[in-house]
């Protein structure tokens, strides 16, 4: 397979939690390799697929039970999440660019499917607009145009970490996996208001409903329009 071709197919796979789609992933994995083995960018940007490849092979090793075995793979994972949006930023070209996330959905599945260490992933709808330079947060691993589940989306994009209130605010999203539950915050909480955010209120329950502001909140899009209000440090006294 063309690498040219990477996005077109990438696209139209299914997410990478379902088994029979190894070998499809694994093509899409090597072929991306291949062109970024013959289209030298640069040594810091190698460096850092040798980090995602090194990590792949661990997944592909004859699973081991020994403690430092463990620790070598989540060393080397942790260590995957801090080089990807790297090479993201380092790629060249958006051939390059698809390569990387080629070879993220392939670790995705591996992980998925191999029992590793693997922290929970975090998915998002794109409400307004499809993923793109500018329309989401850095770090996303995994981005699909469309979900046949989820047709009032602009597709999804999948995150090793939970995105803050003001950035699924900021850039549009909602939270998708894990599953949100309502209500996003205790009745006492102090909130801010991300629409403006010198406003502040407190989360309160009464007659059945929550309510900020003297206004119910029953959906999950609008408690998207709030973040909490960190609590202030004890000073000794």
């Known amino acids: 397979m063309e690498p040219r071709s990477l996005n077109f197919f990438l696209r139209k796979l299914p997410p990478p939690t379902e088994t029979k789609q190894h070998d499809l992933y694994q093509e899409h994995y090597q072929a991306a ?12 940007f190698l460096n850092h697929i040798q980090t995602l490849t090194h990590y792949v092979n661990l ?19 942790l260590r995957v999440y801090e080089t990807l949006p790297s090479l993201y930023q380092l790629s060249p070209t958006s051939v390059h660019h698809t390569a990387v996330f080629a070879i993220a ?20 709808g794109l409400r307004n607009r ?46 998708i996996y894990p599953p949100p539950t309502l209500p996003l915050y205790q009745p006492g909480t102090p909130l801010r ?12 329950y009464f007659d059945g409903d929550y309510w900020i502001n003297d206004t119910p909140v029953r959906s999950l899009q609008e408690w998207l329009f709030y973040e909490p209000i960190p609590s202030e440090p004890t000073q000794p006294s």
Not at 59 to 77: C, F, G, M, V
Not at 154 to 164: A, D, H, I, K, N
Request: hydrophobic share 30%; with cysteine.
């Open 33 to 44: 390799c291949d062109y970024i083995d013959r289209n030298f960018v640069s040594k810091e």
């Open 105 to 124: 959905n392939f670790i995705i599945l591996l992980e998925f499917t191999h029992n590793s260490p693997m922290d929970k992933l975090y998915t998002y």
């Open 193 to 204: 208001d991300l629409r403006n955010k010198a406003r502040t209120a407190i989360v309160e």
């Open 130 to 175: 499809p993923a793109g330079y500018g329309t989401v947060p850095d770090g996303r691993l995994l981005e699909l145009d469309t979900d046949p589940e989820l047709p009032k989306h602009y597709g999804t994009v999948t995150y090793p970490f939970p995105l803050s209130p003001e950035n699924i605010y900021r850039y549009e999203l909602i939270p």
């Open 59 to 77: 997944l592909q090793a004859p699973p081991t039970i020994t403690d430092s075995s463990r620790n070598e793979l989540q060393q080397q994972r």
